[in-house]
């Protein structure tokens, strides 16, 4: 009896240990990913700024005012995510993120991506509404 006990108990610990390890696993792949996806977010604004400064550096006239490299790149991003509302950076931090802003749901953002997408691990800003307003 103690001995079909004890095996029962070695395959249910076995069995919850698989699983433990598989959920263990597939958080640190999820949270890889996102990472992933963020940086690339990361350096394709970052290619945009350099693509819109040089284009800005080597065209116009002096009659006119060269247009900011940043909104030509937020512009761009903008394009790919209509509730793209700026960016904000503060140097000698690791902030550097997007901000996210949906009319109708303000936590909209606090469970997804910059695509869209279901994701535990957001870095993007979500802005409430009332805050945006500069009379505020």
Known sequence: MNKILFRTLMIAFAVIFVVSAFFIMKHYAEESRNENDFNELINLKEEILLKAA???NGAG????????PRLIAYRELYSRNNDFAGWI???GTRIDFPVMQTADDPEYYLKRNFEKQYSDYTEEITMPIKLCNPLV
């Not at 006239?61 to 900011?68: H, L, M, Q, R, Y």
């Open 89 to 91: 950076k503060i140097e």
């Open 61 to 68: 006239d002096e009659n006119t005012p060269a247009e900011d």
């Open 54 to 56: 040089s284009e800005l």
